[in-house]
């Protein structure tokens, strides 16, 4: 029963993970239409998010756990995984204190000089995160015989 539950943790952390990349991808045309006055689009886009990458961050440290009770422990104690958890951790902060602070910057001051600076922080956010996740992406691959370990 434990390798099915592991199976299915390693899925939801996959699809938590394309989740929040798929409506990172939206996000720029959201911000775009934030910045004139009015009623703004997409904050419940960016509380998806702020949900979806919490999600992947709890999929991937279970996954950890399970796969270490599942005799994993050569994998799971391989460098790239904890350089995984640690950028995955730092995905979720740029998250919850770039994007999410920047939205709610360039919403509150749609139409004046303020929401551009919320603008360039979720634009920085964005950046640093789809950098990350891009990194996390390729680490996936690393020691299991597809890149390099």
Do not use: D
């Not at 993970?17 to 045309?29: D, L, N, Q, R, Y």
């Not at 991937?60 to 994998?75: D, K, P, S, T, Y």
């Not at 902060?93 to 709610?104: A, C, M, P, T």
């Amino acid at each position: 029963m434990l390798p099915l539950i592991h199976t299915i943790v390693i899925a939801l952390h996959v699809l938590f993970a394309a989740v929040w990349f798929g409506m990172a991808a939206a996000v720029p045309s959201l911000a775009r239409s934030a910045m004139r006055p009015g009623t703004a689009e997409g904050g419940k886009v960016i509380a998806s998010m702020n949900g979806a990458i919490v999600l992947f961050y709890v999929f991937a440290i279970a996954n950890w756990v399970l796969g270490r009770r599942l005799g994993f422990e050569i994998q799971y104690n391989h460098w790239a995984y904890h350089t995984s958890l640690t950028l995955g951790l730092l995905l979720v902060l740029v998250q919850l204190f770039l994007i999410r602070s920047g939205w709610n910057k360039l919403v509150a001051g749609a139409g004046t000089p303020e929401a551009e600076s919320g603008r360039k922080r979720l634009a920085a956010g964005l950046g640093v995160g789809n950098l990350l996740w891009i990194a996390l992406f390729i680490l996936m691959y690393v020691g299991r015989g597809v890149i390099g370990g």
